[in-house]
């Protein structure tokens, strides 16, 4: 779908039925002097999926894809029921203050 401009007293001066273009989803590139100041776009309706809001992120420079290069981990070590429990409060018990 084309992205559509217009200049800001344009804009100012069809305000309602840009918005309605934008309910239809089409995007529109708001100018000022000829030059992009603003991008009005229809808001999603839908949940997107953790992949997609990944990749958006990544796109926008917020996070980084994770290197290529990971190392796998191995599966963690099988150790008895409530033992980690226990060593977790006797670590606490043998800290002054908690």
Do not use: F, N, Y
């Amino acid at each position: 779908m084309k992205i559509r401009s217009a200049g800001v007293r344009e804009a100012k001066a069809h305000l309602s039925r840009l918005l309605r273009d934008v309910q239809q989803g089409r995007e529109w590139i708001i100018t000022e002097h000829g030059r992009p100041i603003a991008k009005v776009v229809p808001i999603e309706k839908v949940r997107l999926s953790l992949e997609e809001r990944i990749r958006r992120l990544q796109d926008e420079g917020v996070i980084e894809p994770a290197p290529r290069d990971v190392r796998r981990l191995p599966a963690p070590l099988p150790i008895k029921d409530g033992l980690a429990q226990r060593w977790l409060q006797e670590d606490r018990d043998r800290r002054p203050g908690t």
